[in-house]
């Protein structure tokens, strides 16, 4: 018997691959222990923070946890930097893995587990934690790009439930083309393009390709002294950057954006004042470079230090 409490949803990240792996490794447990079927929510960021969480009891995976989503017979699955302990919810978080390692982890307590799922987990946890020295790193860039690319509700329509079959999956072929044509063309761009926004910070405009791919090879080939490599992009006339490095850099600069994630692959959304990339641009200047004395760059070598 397990001592998991019935949900009445799964919530889980919109956004990318380990948010859909991990929702639905989420929602077959439940169908499992409880018979099922069990509602699937995928939501991001900005949204969930706005969505009234009226549930007696809820599967929360690859969401930042926080004192709101603290509740009795809520269940979170996560592996993102929490300020919050939890008193209410169970919390399992393991900042060096996955969420969708952690609710696998869950599932193969319950003997849910096969070799095509532990591919699939596989490739999810090196790409979504940015194991850039895992030698199938770009096979799991792949499949994170499956989820960018065609959308997760897209995605989900089409394996309707049966993840296994994202193993080897046609559209990969796609997905590899593209990369291999695209890419190339988007690096070099990038090269020719590279934006200084501090000592520490450069920015990467890629306007085709794998944006994550082209940043990669950015750092691998060490084609800037900054250490920490940002992009920025537009949505419902809001800006988000991402930010990655090698050797932990980025998380402190994604922390001074009021922003989070992992040492090396985090993000951060900039002011609702900020609406274009040109505006972004000027914003991360002066936030990255203040007078002294002020805010900010004090901060940020005291955040490197730690």
């Known amino acids: 018997m397990s001592d998991l409490p019935l949900p009445e949803v799964v919530i889980t990240h919109e956004s990318d691959l380990d948010g859909f792996v991990s929702g639905h490794l989420l929602q077959r447990l439940a169908n499992h222990l409880f018979g099922g079927p069990t509602k699937l929510q995928a939501w991001n960021y900005t949204n969930f923070e706005k969505r009234p969480l009226r549930e007696d009891c809820a599967w929360v995976c690859d969401l930042n946890f926080c004192k709101r989503m603290d509740r009795d017979n809520w269940l979170i699955v996560d592996h993102h930097r929490t300020d919050h302990q939890p008193q209410n919810a169970r919390l399992i978080l393991d900042h060096d893995k996955s969420a969708s390692l952690l609710c696998y982890e869950l599932c193969k307590e319950h003997g849910l587990g096969n070799e095509k799922l532990d591919r699939l987990v596989h490739y999810t946890n090196v790409g979504d934690l940015y194991l850039t020295d895992d030698p199938e790193f770009t096979e799991a860039i792949d499949y994170g790009s499956l989820i960018k690319q065609y959308m997760f509700w897209n995605i989900a329509k089409l394996i309707d439930g049966d993840l296994e079959s994202l193993v080897d999956h046609p559209l990969l072929k796609v997905i590899r083309t593209r990369r291999e044509v695209e890419n190339p063309i988007g690096f070099e761009y990038a090269k020719a393009n590279l934006k200084p926004l501090s000592d520490t910070v450069a920015m990467v405009e890629s306007p085709i390709g794998d944006t994550n791919a082209v940043v990669h090879r950015v750092l691998e080939e060490a084609l800037t002294p900054h250490p920490v490599i940002l992009t ?70 005291d955040l490197l230090d730690g």
Do not use: M, W
């Open 232 to 301: 920025a992009s537009t949505f419902n006339r809001s800006v988000s950057v991402s930010l990655r490095s090698r050797n932990g850099e980025a998380l402190p600069i994604a922390k001074l954006l009021q922003g989070g994630g992992h040492p090396n692959a985090c993000g951060a959304g900039l002011p609702k004042h900020i609406q274009r990339i040109p505006d972004a641009v000027e914003y991360l200047k002066k936030t990255l470079n203040p007078k002294p004395g002020g805010d900010g760059l004090t901060n940020l070598g």
